[in-house]
């Protein structure tokens, strides 16, 4: 069972444009969210991250949006950049199983 | 700083081998973490380490056995493994680990391991 969902497993954007990559959860109960992008042969770095109780949180280019009646979260980079062209993971915790979910990754180009 | 390191950065190793993967941190996090990610797959966790003890065991195979000898250091001795068992291994630390607890998760590179 897939609780955490990313079914874009690709996305191309135009550098300069933005880049919005997309997750939708089943769990109700998570209570914190993270994006993580990776790099190939790289672990993965934390980006940016959102409380359950907020509905938005930005740093720099990105900002990480939360929509807990649709269980769906979004994060949109703006403007993108070719160094952005990476595998995007998002992820989510419930706080009592304190076990981070992964989504399957959605793979980023951003053409030049 | 957020490092988290981790060697080797590559391993190959025969069925019969006995090697281990070592893990470092210095960011004073007292929770550590072993996945295991295999290609165009997400991490998928193994073991929890919290203040130096076992906390979370996710059914692993015992030809995998985890070892915190301290706070800073992690380390995943292999023995006996499959080749099905080739896959990017990666480390995490995060400040804590526990109930009411959501801390971020920082990761290292990881040991690409390819098991002949």
């Known amino acids: 069972d897939q609780q955490v969902k990313q079914n874009s497993p690709s996305l191309s954007v135009q550098e300069g444009r933005i880049s919005i990559l997309n997750c939708d959860y089943t769990?109700?109960?998570?209570?914190?969210f993270l994006w993580y992008k990776k790099y190939p042969a790289e672990g993965p770095t934390f980006l940016i991250s959102?409380?359950?109780?907020?509905d938005k949180n930005e740093d720099g280019r990105f900002t990480v949006f939360l929509n807990k009646s649709a269980k769906h979260l979004s994060l949109h980079i703006v403007p993108s950049q070719p160094g952005d062209s990476a595998v995007y993971f998002c992820?989510?915790?419930?706080?009592?199983?304190?076990?981070?979910?992964f989504g399957q990754g959605t793979r980023l180009t951003i053409n030049p | 700083d957020t490092e988290v390191t981790q060697t080797p950065k590559h391993l190959v190793m025969g069925m019969t081998n006995k090697k281990s993967l070592k893990c470092e941190q210095h960011?004073?996090?007292?929770?550590m973490y072993w996945y295991k990610q295999k290609a165009k797959k997400p991490p998928e966790l193994m073991f929890v380490?919290?203040?130096?003890?076992?906390?979370i065991n996710e059914s692993v195979p015992s030809r995998f056995s985890p070892e915190c000898p301290n706070s800073s250091l992690l380390n995943l001795h292999l023995h006996a493994l499959q080749p099905e068992d080739s896959a990017l291994y990666l480390c995490?630390?995060?400040?804590?680990f526990g109930q009411g607890v959501l801390d971020t998760q920082y990761f290292g590179p990881g040991t690409r391991l390819t098991v002949l």
């Open positions: 959102i409380s359950s109780i907020k």
């Open positions: 960011m004073g996090h007292r929770a």
């Open positions: 992820a989510a915790i419930i706080q009592g199983a304190q076990k981070l979910v």
């Open positions: 769990n109700s109960m998570f209570d914190y």
């Open positions: 995490a630390s995060s400040l804590r």
């Open positions: 380490y919290s203040y130096e003890k076992l906390s």
